[in-house]
Nanobody
Framework: QVQLVESGGGLVQAGGSLRLSCAASGRTDSETSMAWFRQAPGKEREFVAGIGWSVRATHYADSVKGRFTVSRDSAKNTMYLQMNALKPEDTAVYYC????????????????WGQGTQVTVAS
């Protein structure tokens, strides 16, 4: 079992930046991939970005490519999401999640989830 805690959300003006963190505790190993998802009111949860734990291969949704950067610090068991050039449509609750295996975009294949952190981008 892996416990995940997100932090770093908040209110920012359009064009601004935020950095989210996801601290993992419990069993993580070289087969664990981590990902960020987001869910806006009335919408389905969608994949944002993900990173392999050992290979560090990164994946991004088209909507955030060039603006968001996912990274991780193995020593701290923490994943980050640097979000730049934020837009109002980025407003959502952001969740981190883990799974055993490669990064996939479907939320249903992720086993462990954090409680989420709210990101609000004002126009």
């Amino acid at each position: 079992q892996v416990q995940l805690v997100e932090s770093g959300g908040g209110l920012v003006q359009a064009g601004g930046s935020l950095r989210l963190s996801c601290a993992a505790s419990g069993r993580t190993d070289s087969e664990t991939s981590m990902a960020w998802f987001r869910q806006a009111p009335g919408k389905e949860r969608e994949f944002v970005a993900g990173i392999g734990w050992s290979v560090r291969a990164t994946h991004y949704a088209d909507s955030v490519k060039g603006r968001f950067t996912v990274s991780r610090d193995s020593a701290k068991n923490t994943m980050y999401l640097q979000m730049n050039a934020l837009k109002p449509e980025d407003t959502a609750v952001y969740y981190c999640a883990t799974r055993t295996g490669v990064v996939l975009t479907g939320p249903h294949v992720y086993i462990n989830w954090g409680q989420g952190t709210q990101v609000t981008v004002a126009s």
